[in-house]
C-alpha cells in the first residue's frame, strides 16, 4: 500500500506563484510515475504532468513553459511548481503515484486564482 499526503496549494492572485508538494510512504518500488491531475467544479479531470522516477516529464498544453514538475527520489517526494497563475488554474489539484499497473491518488488540496 502507498500513501499520499500533499502540501501547499492556497489562494493567489492571477500571475502570482504557488508550489504544491506530495510525499509518498509504503510500498513504494524504484521504478514508477508521479503525477498531478487537477478538476475544477463542472469540469472533467485533467492530467496536469507528470514525472518518471527516470525523470521523465509531460506536461498538458495548458500549463507549459508555466508549471516545473519535479522529484526528490530519495525523499519519495514531487513538487509542482505553478508560476504566471490564471483564473482557469482554479481546481483541486491531486497527486498520483503510478507503479506495476496501480494508481494511487492522494486527498486533494484546493488552488485557487481569484483577484
Known amino acids: 500500500q502507498v500513501q499520499l499526503v500533499e502540501s501547499g496549494g492556497g489562494s493567489v492572485q492571477p500571475g502570482g506563484s504557488l508550489g504544491l508538494s506530495c510525499a509518498a510512504s509504503g510500498s513504494i518500488f524504484s521504478i514508477n510515475v508521479m503525477g498531478w491531475y487537477r478538476q475544477a467544479p463542472g469540469k472533467l479531470r485533467e492530467l496536469v504532468a507528470t514525472i518518471s522516477s527516470g525523470g521523465t516529464t509531460y506536461y498538458a498544453d495548458s500549463v507549459k513553459g508555466r508549471f516545473a514538475i519535479s522529484r526528490d527520489n530519495a525523499k519519495n517526494t514531487m513538487y509542482l511548481q505553478m508560476n504566471s497563475l490564471k483564473p482557469e488554474d482554479t481546481a483541486v489539484y491531486s497527486c498520483?503515484?503510478?507503479?506495476?499497473?496501480?494508481?494511487?491518488w492522494g486527498q486533494g488540496t484546493q488552488v485557487t486564482v481569484s483577484s
Open positions: 498520483i503515484l503510478t507503479q506495476r499497473l496501480h494508481t494511487y
